[in-house]
């Protein structure tokens, strides 16, 4: 029951994180666009769509996460070999900006990425992989005694 739980809170968490990134990454496309920012030369068109495709396919895979996880959490089965490589990817990725965020964000934005990263972990943990044919254990009877 546990691991239902966790899965589904990790899908909701990773919903709530798509959303964010995405508003995040709109105003920082609307700042740009109204600034007409240019960075080293570059046309400000181009740095505003560049921030608006990043923004849409962040939250495009955090959402693709959240339902591999969700999926996990209401079938209560372990996602498949694809499903569980793009968790790993998220869970490493997470790993590798919560090591940033520590130095440009601060400790409480570390400690989110932190707790994301633990939910996805515990996710990937407790949906192992499933066991198939002989290595199964508890399938067969005891071995009788001579």
């Not at 396919?57 to 591999?68: K, P, R, T, W």
């Not at 694809?82 to 990725?93: P, Q, S």
């Not at 932190?114 to 071995?143: K, Q, W």
């Given at each position: 029951?546990?691991?239902?739980?966790?899965?589904?809170?990790?899908?909701?968490?990773?919903?709530?994180?798509?959303?964010?990134?995405?508003?995040?990454?709109?105003?920082?496309?609307?700042?740009?666009?109204?600034?007409?920012?240019?960075?080293?030369?570059?046309?400000?068109?181009?740095?505003?769509?560049?921030?608006?495709?990043?923004?849409?396919?962040?939250?495009?895979?955090?959402?693709?996460?959240?339902?591999?996880?969700?999926?996990?959490?209401?079938?209560?089965?372990?996602?498949?070999?694809?499903?569980?490589?793009?968790?790993?990817?998220?869970?490493?990725?997470?790993?590798?900006?919560?090591?940033?965020?520590?130095?440009?964000?601060?400790?409480?934005?570390?400690?989110?990425?932190?707790?994301?990263l633990a939910l996805l972990v515990f996710t990937l943990l407790s949906y192992g992989p499933e066991g198939r044919g002989?290595?199964?254990?508890?399938?067969?009877?005891?071995?009788?005694?001579?």
């Amino acid at each position: 029951m546990l691991r239902r739980s966790v899965a589904i809170v990790t899908a909701l968490v990773l919903f709530g994180e798509a959303a964010g990134i995405f508003a995040v990454n709109a105003v920082l496309a609307t700042v740009a666009e109204n600034q007409n920012m240019s960075l080293a030369g570059m046309d400000p068109k181009a740095m505003t769509t560049g921030t608006w495709v990043l923004g849409g396919v962040s939250a495009l895979l955090l959402i693709g996460c959240g339902l591999i996880a969700l999926l996990a959490g209401v079938r209560d089965r372990s996602p498949g070999r694809f499903g569980r490589i793009t968790l790993i990817g998220c869970a490493v990725v997470h790993g590798v900006l919560g090591a940033v965020t520590v130095g440009l964000v601060g400790w409480a934005a570390f400690a989110f990425m932190m707790v994301v990263l633990a939910l996805l972990v515990f996710t990937l943990l407790s949906y192992g992989p499933e066991g198939r044919g002989e290595d199964r254990v508890g399938d067969e009877a005891a071995p009788a005694a001579v």
